[in-house]
Structures are given as structure tokens and as C-alpha cells.
């Protein structure tokens, strides 16, 4: 199957700082990638569509300002968590879907654990 | 709103056995779906899919089912083996967009 890698798997940060997470389909063109957030032991929600070449779409009650999302090319987009807090520590998973393909999969990314002391 | 849902948070079961998995959905727009698998520290792994137009598909010891009547999906998993042991979650999607999932089960798999 298709490939979505995701980097950093890890990251600690300070609070008030940021850190971007990136998100790249390997062999296939994404025009559609999508970021989600997953606390432990809950399922995955999703926090923003994110676009080639547009604004993302974020989902009621995601901060746009603080969750800054960038897909400058049908193969990579990238998720900045702004002054980060311990509250935005989580799992968070990008997903692609593969252009021209109606009705297919997402294929995910290996996840990023952020915690933020 | 509408969204996907899972009947039972945890499934125990003995290894060889047959396992179910279900989820109820509500949106009866929805027209695609599918099954992730979960380990933990990892990204949602697909398992298998099926369309609106389908009630039933099988794969490698998978088979999904789904009831449009009453809004219903299963996957069935065949002799069941350690492997199979995490986090199961069914997602759906209308008209090819975003995917909602589910609460998510999680399966252990007794030796």
C-alpha cells in the first residue's frame, strides 16, 4: 500500500515554544492530507483538512492560530503547534488519501507524540 | 451530530477463536467504510473496506459485514492470533470526504 511518513515519532518540547510536524506521502500525490489528534485511550478526531495550495479547513473548536497547517505541495503538509502547553500534549496522526482515487483508504502516518513540560 | 460508534470497548478472546467486532453508525449518507487496526504507539493500520453498495467483503481472515437497514457494520476476524491484539476502529466517510471514527475496540487476544 501507499506511504505516509511522518516525522518527528517523538518530540518534547518546552511550553511556549513550537514545533512542526511534518507529513509526507512517500510514492503517491496527496491534493487532500488530514491531521488528527488522539488522547489515550480515545479515538482519533480530527482537527483540519488540510489543502494543496489553499487554507485548511479546521474542524469547530480547533484553534487555527494555534494549530498552523501548511500543504505546499501534493506531497507534503506540515502541522505547527504554536506556544505549545501541557495541554496540547498528544498522538497526533496525519492521513492522506491518493488523488483521482474516489472511494479509497487514508493511508496514515506513524503518529507524533508530543509532550510539552 | 451524526457519528460513528462502537458497541463494546473491549473484546477478550481466546486464541483460535473467531472474534466480532461491531459499530453502529448514523449517517445514512454515508457511503464508504472501513477498519483500522491500532498498536499501540502507532498509526491506524487498514484492514479491509466496503462500500455502500456491498454487504459483505472478505479478505485474509477478515470479513466485514454491513447492514444499511439498521446501520451496522462487524468485522470478523478468523482464528484469531496474538498479532490481532489492539485497537480496532471503524471510520466512515460521505461522498468521499473526511473520515469519522469510531469509539474503537480493543481486543486481546488470551494465549
Known amino acids: 500500500g501507499a506511504v505516509v511518513s511522518q516525522h518527528p515519532s517523538r518530540v518534547i518540547c518546552k511550553s511556549g515554544t513550537s514545533v512542526k510536524i511534518e507529513c509526507r506521502s512517500l510514492?503517491?500525490?496527496?491534493?487532500?492530507m488530514f491531521w488528527y489528534r488522539q488522547f489515550p485511550k480515545q479515538s482519533l478526531m480530527l482537527m483540519a483538512t488540510?489543502?494543496?495550495?489553499?487554507?485548511?479547513?479546521?474542524e469547530q473548536g480547533v484553534e487555527k492560530d494555534k494549530f498552523l497547517i501548511n500543504h505546499a505541495s501534493l506531497t507534503l503538509s506540515t502541522l505547527t503547534v504554536t506556544s505549545a502547553h501541557p495541554e496540547d500534549s498528544s498522538f497526533y496522526i496525519c492521513?492522506?488519501?491518493?488523488?483521482?482515487?474516489?472511494?479509497?483508504?487514508?493511508?496514515f502516518g506513524q503518529g507524533t507524540r508530543l509532550t510539552v513540560v | 451530530g451524526e457519528s460513528v460508534g462502537l458497541h463494546l470497548p473491549t473484546l477478550s478472546v481466546q486464541e483460535g477463536d473467531n472474534s466480532i467486532i461491531n459499530c453502529a453508525y448514523s449517517?445514512?449518507?454515508?457511503?464508504?467504510f472501513i477498519w483500522y487496526k491500532q498498536e499501540s504507539g502507532k498509526g491506524p493500520q487498514f484492514i479491509i473496506d466496503?462500500?455502500?453498495?456491498?454487504d459483505k467483503r472478505q479478505g485474509q481472515r477478515v470479513t466485514v459485514l454491513l447492514n444499511k437497514t439498521v446501520k451496522h457494520l462487524s468485522l470478523q476476524i478468523a482464528a484469531t492470533q496474538p498479532g490481532d491484539s489492539a485497537v480496532y476502529f471503524c471510520?466512515?466517510?460521505?461522498?468521499?470526504?473526511?473520515?469519522?471514527f469510531g469509539a474503537g475496540t480493543t481486543v486481546t487476544v488470551r494465549a
Open positions: 492521513s492522506a488519501r491518493s488523488t483521482g482515487r474516489l472511494n479509497t483508504e487514508a493511508f
Open positions: 466496503i462500500r455502500s453498495n456491498m
Open positions: 471510520a466512515e466517510t460521505a461522498n468521499d470526504y473526511k473520515l469519522s
Open positions: 488540510s489543502n494543496e495550495g489553499s487554507k485548511a479547513t479546521y
Open positions: 510514492d503517491f500525490q496527496a491534493t487532500t
Open positions: 449517517n445514512s449518507a454515508s457511503d464508504y
